[in-house]
């Protein structure tokens, strides 16, 4: 199967897992407990019988594996099936799942995740607000969409993940958003990864006693990571030290090994939680294999479609999305067939059931239009697109490289925080937001203090906010291309300059914010100048110099000289 990787292979880890493997009554018994441990903890009754494992012999010969095993989790019940329902189990009965009245999570829209979550509000009388996002049309997109946009409360539309993260970042980062319980992308949650740990301890146990083979390999998809990782330290814990690879489904950014060590430290740590008695697993020897993600998250491969065609022939349900990845990595070319050779692998089947869920007909008018367009015409393909705006990002950037050397630029400029080109474009947009100086003025960059006092107030702010700013300068800089305009905003003529600053705030979203920051921040930097005061017509604070007047309705607010608050009086 190859070697594992060395973060994953040393030598501490590996002899514990051997060690947990090593026969006789003591494994047995802490095995027992540990599978005692979690039935006492919070759940709802869910995925409560054993794995459910099937061979399939005549798949396995194809690719050359001695046998293969499935663990059928579409068998799983409630919620239509899936490992979803492991994870659910736990999460829901723990607080403040538990006791929320409306829930929210993310999914794209074809997510197992939002249907099980969807349907659990359903058995549990909760309402879930879905953030859903676009993900590319297969088999068993529709379906899912249909059911969860039936079926939740409240949908939240998005034209991506990146969009979802601008607009919604509270869902995935924090544990409440607005009101609802926030159940993390795909379920997974140290709580919530003791369902597959319990999993994983049951199939031990189903080895130990004889009822299926010992597996050489165990194979599963990875998206959020908890199915694979609570697996594997499921498997471990039980005495089963194979290698367990994870197919990515996702792009390897999102499946780092920084990504994997964390998952398994708070999975150690809430194990260690419920049951400090008991030894803790030690990670098994994960392996992950990101030959399979293809495009990226959401987009089929030609060989996971002929593997889950070729997975369905067989009665074995998969969807080319997650689990028909896991089977190209095991049915496909990319192994020796000399390792697979006198093998058997385990083959842990995510999906869920292949029935068609409850919809309604009409489910579709709950759709934006966008979303109800992009369901049905046509997508070019994803390379292709890629490869188009790769090529026009970098050809706006090139050409907004050349236009800012072209500008000229205040000089000399020794900001902390503005570059000279941002400086210079904050210099324009003075030039045009605040009113003529009085004469004479003869200097090239008349309202440079005003930009130097900007960039003193920035230098006092959390860096974020300091990139933030950046960002707004290069905004303002070629919102004249996007008008038609070859020219950076500083080289445009008074009048034009005015033009584009009426336009951006006549926009919305993000032009329109860029037009409210510009704003802010000219005028913060005049209004910390006095010589620039009787251009704005501002007299300046009532401090100083200039004692505020007397105002005789304040008298009778001020106590005599001597009195006492009338607590202490009564004391």
Request: charged fraction near 15%; glycine fraction near 8%; proline fraction near 9%.
């Amino acid at each position: 199967m190859g070697r594992s990787p060395r973060w994953l292979c040393r030598p501490g880890l590996l002899l514990s897992a051997q060690a947990l493997a090593a026969p006789g009554p003591r494994m047995a018994e802490t095995l027992q407990a540990w599978l005692h441990a979690l039935n006492c903890q919070p759940r709802l009754g869910w995925a409560a019988a054993e794995p459910v494992i099937e061979s399939f012999q005549a798949l396995a010969q194809t690719a050359g594996w001695r046998s293969l095993l499935v663990a059928r989790d579409d068998c799983t019940q409630p919620l239509h099936g899936g490992s979803k329902v492991r994870k659910l189990d736990y999460l829901l009965a723990s607080e403040p799942f538990c006791s929320a009245p409306w829930w929210t999570t993310v999914g794209a829209i074809g997510s197992g995740h939002l249907v099980a979550c969807t349907a659990a509000a359903q058995v549990l009388d909760r309402r879930l607000r879905a953030h859903i996002f676009w993900e590319p049309l297969s088999a068993g997109v529709l379906d899912s969409l249909a059911y969860t946009v039936t079926h939740s409360a409240d949908r939240q539309f998005h034209r991506g993940r990146v969009a979802l993260a601008l607009r919604a970042p509270s869902v995935l980062t924090r544990a409440w958003s607005r009101g609802a319980a926030v159940i993390p992308p795909g379920g997974t949650h140290p709580v919530a990864m003791l369902g597959l740990v319990r999993a994983g301890l049951q199939f031990a146990h189903q080895v130990a006693v004889g009822a299926v083979q010992r597996p050489d390999v165990v194979y599963v998809s990875l998206g959020s990571g908890g199915t694979a990782v609570g697996l594997a330290a499921g498997l471990a814990l039980g005495g089963l030290s194979m290698p367990v690879r994870a197919v990515l489904a996702v792009e390897p950014v999102f499946a780092t090994r920084t990504r994997i060590r964390s998952l398994q430290r708070a999975l150690t740590a809430q194990l260690q939680r419920i049951a400090p008695e008991l030894p803790l697993p030690q990670p098994g020897p994960l392996e992950t294999d990101a030959a399979q993600v293809g495009t990226g998250y959401g987009w089929p491969t030609p060989a996971s479609l002929a593997a889950t065609q070729r997975a369905l022939d067989h009665g074995l349900p998969a969807e080319p999305v997650y689990t028909g990845k896991v089977l190209a990595a095991m049915l496909g070319p990319t192994l020796d067939p000399l390792q697979r050779r006198g093998q058997t692998a385990l083959f842990w089947d995510t999906v869920r059931r292949p029935a068609r869920l409850p919809q309604r007909e009409d489910w579709q008018d709950l759709l934006p239009p966008w979303l109800r367009q992009r369901l049905t015409v046509e997508r070019p393909r994803p390379r292709r697109w890629f490869l188009g705006v790769a090529a026009g990002t970098a050809a706006v950037a090139a050409a907004a490289t050349v236009r800012s050397l072209a500008v000229q630029t205040i000089e000399p400029w020794q900001g902390t925080v503005l570059s000279a080109f941002d400086a210079t474009t904050l210099h324009a947009a003075c030039e045009v937001l605040l009113p003529p100086l009085p004469p004479p003025v003869a200097d090239r960059w008349p309202w440079l203090p005003v930009v130097q006092a900007i960039d003193r107030y920035l230098a006092n702010l959390p860096r974020p906010l300091r990139g933030e700013v950046g960002l707004l300068c290069r905004c303002v800089a070629e919102c004249p291309i996007v008008r038609g305009l070859a020219i950076s905003f500083a080289d445009l003529a008074l009048s034009d300059r005015l033009a584009v600053i009426a336009w951006m705030a006549a926009q919305s979203g993000p032009l329109r914010d860029a037009h409210a920051g510009l704003l802010g921040l000219v005028m913060l930097g005049a209004y910390q100048l006095p010589e620039a005061w009787p251009a704005l017509g501002f007299e300046g604070p009532m401090v100083g110099e200039h004692p505020r007047p007397v105002r005789q309705s304040w008298d009778r607010l001020h106590a005599p000289p001597g009195a006492l608050p009338a607590g202490l009086l009564a004391a």
